[in-house]
């Protein structure tokens, strides 16, 4: 963490990982959704002064606050992270998202209904303290990501422990809270995020494919919505990228740069020649809707590929986090 003082006053911080070579890396890595200097209102320094005083060659970002003046100058592009707007209430989210989107709230809606029929009801459970229902959340999402083709998040102890640290984490500035959706005494979807006073941050949202029929994932969060409204909260960040679902459920948007700062150094060459072109043509794939549908069903494909394999295999691998 580097303290950014001026007249001996304290004026700004700015988290970072170190790495090796001094690459430099927002902390946490690719689980950040959001970060960049945390100081008085428009702070603007020397970037390279500050990569020199924090030992770093370069410093990679793809989820930066926007237009921060330090580093407004390195941003290569700017991307829209989808929120759920709930300061003005949850009546009012629920009939913008009706307007912009009515067929399929319609849809969706009568989904939740057949699903509470004929599955014996729905219960939502919002900040649940239930670590059993965590690790069925995380064995959920990491079935998403093998079948998707995608690496298992999960399969790294230090994640794992992470949430389980932030799960435990209660305050009334900084919480993880866990939101479950039962039908019956059946679980079916779930998420764990982060909550500020006034945001709930999506993080790892996942559902039991038995009942994709019925959309879990999405009646899922409509639910979370009313509920983060009723506990006093202000908006839901649903993240950048990805999904359809983000684009009719949300009511507004916030935005994240993408970039990087360097020094001259045989070290930032070499970064610069790994990770550039391969942003690049990540940015083409995300911004072209039939190279995105195309590379998707590709990483799907080696998902069931893989899972095959496994299936085949022997080799019995436990989770990291246990059968529990």
Not at 1 to 14: C, N, Q, R
Not at 120 to 148: H, I, N, P, V
Not at 156 to 163: C, E, G, K, T, Y
Not at 187 to 207: E, I, K
């Amino acid at each position: 963490m580097a303290v950014i003082e001026d007249a001996d006053k304290i004026i700004g911080f700015f988290p970072y990982e170190r790495h090796s070579f001094g690459i430099g890396k927002p902390l946490g890595g690719f689980l950040t959704t959001c970060h960049g200097l945390i100081s008085v209102p428009d702070l603007k320094l020397d970037a390279r002064a500050l990569l020199r005083a924090c030992r770093l060659s370069v410093f990679d970002f793809d989820h930066m606050v926007a237009g921060q003046p330090t580093f407004a100058a390195h941003q290569t592009d700017v991307r829209p992270a989808p929120v759920m707007d709930l300061s003005a209430g949850f009546e009012a989210y629920v009939e913008q998202v009706r307007t912009n989107s009515p067929k399929n709230y319609k849809t969706v809606r009568y989904k939740e209904r057949k699903f509470g029929r004929e599955q014996g009801g729905l219960r939502f459970e919002w900040d649940s303290s239930d670590t059993g229902a965590l690790r069925q959340l995380m064995r959920w999402k990491s079935d998403q990501y093998r079948r998707t083709g995608r690496v298992d998040r999960f399969a790294q102890p230090w994640i794992v422990q992470l949430l389980d640290e932030m799960h435990a984490e209660r305050s009334a500035g900084f919480a993880g809270v866990l939101t479950m959706v039962y039908a019956g005494d059946t679980p079916v979807a779930g998420h764990f995020g982060l909550r500020t006073a006034d945001t709930l941050v999506g993080w790892f949202p996942a559902y039991d494919i038995e009942f994709a029929r019925y959309s879990p994932g999405i009646v899922h969060h409509l639910l979370m919505a009313e509920h983060a409204a009723g506990a006093g909260l202000r908006q839901v960040d649903m993240g950048k990228g990805g999904r359809e679902y983000k684009g009719w459920l949300k009511s507004g948007d916030l935005f994240v740069a993408e970039g990087r700062v360097s020094r001259p150094s045989p070290a930032a060459a070499v970064h610069w020649m790994g990770r550039t072109p391969v942003n690049k043509a990540r940015t083409i794939v995300t911004d072209r809707p039939e190279l995105y549908r195309l590379a998707d069903r590709v990483l799907k494909g080696f998902g069931r590929m893989r899972t095959s394999v496994q299936n085949q295999s022997s080799t019995v691998v436990k989770e990291p986090w246990g059968a529990g």
